[in-house]
């Protein structure tokens, strides 16, 4: 085979593969679209901090940050499956949904502290009392609190959440953005909006 031909053949090999992977993508990731907001509280607030060096420089920020009053309920972004309902030193209460076809969100740092107690929560003030391992979960569905259990200890209350995508984290700031509008409108003007947002 000639150089020149080599160097289509490889061409169109890793080509075919670059479009198969993005059909294969764009197929699945269309709930992101109709995602709800994954904070019911009008006082959330957050920006694009996806990347970010964190840790003195060791880490990268593989998530959006959302602030919100300590407690403030956190819901499922699309329907899915409880996948993971944990705690851990760095991430504290936290919560996995399975979306089906490779796609999560992480729902980290739930709520550990109790009115005048700092960090004497636990599971009952973390979790919604009707989740569990393997629960099925509607879009806006409350799964939990809001808090600073894990690392997030002593910053303002937020949650980490997270899409991944076959184990990879996806920056979905701009799907975040997009929820966020929708929220805030049917806040405002729940009328126009109908009642099938939560
Ligand atoms: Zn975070």
Do not use: C
């Amino acid at each position: 085979m000639s150089k020149r031909l080599t160097f289509i053949f490889i061409f169109t090999f890793f080509a075919s593969f670059l479009f198969s992977n993005q059909s294969v993508y764009a197929k699945h990731d269309s709930f992101l679209e109709n995602m709800v907001f994954p904070v019911k509280h009008v006082m959330s607030h957050f920006y694009d901090d996806w990347g970010e060096i964190r840790g003195n420089g060791n880490r990268v920020h593989e998530g959006i940050d959302i602030r919100a009053p300590k407690g403030a309920p956190v819901v499922a972004i699309a329907d899915g499956k409880v996948n993971t309902i944990s705690y851990s030193d760095s991430s504290g209460y936290y919560i996995a949904i399975d979306h089906e076809n490779g796609w999560l969100s992480l729902y980290v740092h739930l709520n550990d502290d109790v009115e005048g107690n700092d960090n004497l929560g636990g599971r009952e003030t973390a979790f919604a009392k009707n989740i569990y391992l393997g629960a099925e979960v509607i879009a806006g569905q409350i799964i939990g609190y809001l808090g600073d259990s894990g690392n997030a200890e002593g910053t303002v209350p937020h949650v980490h959440f997270e899409v991944r995508y076959i184990g990879n984290s996806f920056d979905v700031y701009e799907h975040i953005k997009d929820s966020w509008f929708r929220f805030d409108q049917f806040i405002r003007f729940p009328k126009r909006f109908g009642l099938n947002l939560f």
